[in-house]
Every structure is written in structure tokens, then in C-alpha cells.
């Protein structure tokens, strides 16, 4: 059974950094587009990142790009998600994905996904 395993959320005061990381239980990680979403209880769930599976095409939403940087280690089967300039209204749950059917470009749609992290906190304080 595949296994995406956040870690990384935490409290930091806005202006701060966090860095999410996602493991994947196995090594077709590599050959997965991945993404990450987040997501307000009662809304639909959001993009934020998305690369592909050799990293060389990344996608960011407008409300992250410049702040945020997607990456991943494929000799690790791991993506992360640096967050810098956090702002309180990046506050809420975030969730890493991986599509296995998509290699060399990446989804921003939450539909296109496979298999999900079981999703991280950030609270970003004023």
C-alpha cells in the first residue's frame, strides 16, 4: 500500500520559514509528477505547487510564486515544499500528492492525483 508521510508544519510568526517535506513508500516516486494542495475546512482543496517527475517543469499559484519553492530528491523519494515570506493567510492544512501516470508534466488539478500525504499544519501568527 503506498504511503505519502508529511512532515515539517509547525507555528512560525509571518514573515518566517517552513520547510514541508513528503515521503513516498516507493521508488515509482521517481517516475511521479508531484504537487502540493492545501486546504480550508469546508472549501475546495487548493494549488500550490506542482513539479514533474524529473523536477525540470514546476508550477506555482500566483498567491505563493516568489515564495514558495517546490523541490524533490528522487535517490530519497522525497518532495518538499520550502515556505518563506509565510504570511497569515497561508494558514491551514497542507497536503502532499504524487500521479503516477504523469511524468513529464504535473496537474494543477487536485483530481489528477493518486495518492495523498496525510496533510500537515501550518499556522502562520501575526
Known amino acids: 500500500q503506498v504511503q505519502l508521510v508529511e512532515s515539517g508544519g509547525g507555528l512560525v510568526q509571518a514573515g518566517g520559514s517552513l520547510r514541508l517535506s513528503c515521503a513516498d513508500s516507493?521508488?515509482?516516486?521517481?517516475?511521479?509528477?508531484m504537487a502540493w494542495f492545501r486546504q480550508n475546512p469546508g472549501k475546495e482543496r487548493e494549488f500550490v505547487a506542482a513539479?514533474?517527475?524529473?523536477?525540470?517543469?514546476?508550477y506555482y499559484a500566483d498567491s505563493v510564486k516568489g515564495r514558495f519553492i517546490i523541490s524533490r530528491d528522487n535517490t530519497k523519494n522525497t518532495g518538499n515544499l520550502q515556505m518563506n515570506g509565510l504570511k497569515p493567510e497561508d494558514t491551514t492544512v497542507y497536503y502532499c500528492?504524487?500521479?503516477?501516470?504523469?511524468?513529464?508534466?504535473?496537474?494543477?488539478?487536485?483530481?489528477?492525483?493518486?495518492?495523498w500525504g496525510q496533510g500537515t499544519q501550518v499556522t502562520v501568527s501575526t
Open positions: 500528492a504524487v500521479d503516477r501516470s504523469r511524468m513529464a508534466t504535473a496537474s494543477r488539478d487536485y483530481r489528477g492525483y493518486d495518492y
Open positions: 516507493e521508488s515509482a516516486f521517481s517516475r511521479s509528477a
Open positions: 513539479m514533474s517527475a524529473s523536477g525540470g517543469v514546476t
